[in-house]
């Protein structure tokens, strides 16, 4: 299946360029998973930071923190800027793109997860608002 998504920073992006937001994919069920805390389901988040680095990161069942699997430096992102992705998940392999510039991608042959369900996060608690819009899953 492949998940399709817009994300944006609308008034200002986060002071901390380590932060990131992005979307939680490959989970089992509709157990809660918020990022940076232990959870009962396991499986990905695509995310981005303020400087553009896009990375696939890996949490497994029990784990606050997720096991880095690829990343790709794209360009930095502006608030009140659209930026638009999908991620492709087959059965041997995820790739993930950033489709609003220079035709950013990344693959990993990662076949943990490969559940259904999925969440849009982020992992910063400020007052600095994501907005996610176009979320298809196919």
Not at 12 to 18: R, S
Not at 56 to 85: I, N, Y
Not at 112 to 126: H, I, M, Q, T, V
Request: aromatic share 10%.
């Amino acid at each position: 299946y492949s998940v399709r998504f817009d994300m944006r920073w609308p008034d200002a992006l986060p002071a901390d360029n380590t932060v990131h937001a992005g979307l939680a994919f490959g989970q089992e069920d509709d157990r809660a998973y918020r990022v940076l805390i232990p959870s009962e389901v396991g499986g990905y988040h695509l995310v981005v930071r303020p400087t553009g680095e896009m990375t696939l990161l890996l949490r497994s069942p029990g784990e606050p923190g997720g096991l880095r699997l690829s990343a790709v430096d794209t360009a930095p992102v502006r608030a009140g800027e659209w930026m638009s992705f999908k991620i492709d998940i087959d059965p041997d392999s995820i790739r993930y793109s950033r489709l609003d510039g220079a035709g950013w991608a990344g693959i990993t042959s990662n076949r943990k997860f490969r559940g259904g369900y999925f969440s849009l996060a982020r992992n910063y608690a400020d007052d600095c608002p994501v907005e996610f819009r176009s979320v298809k899953v196919t």
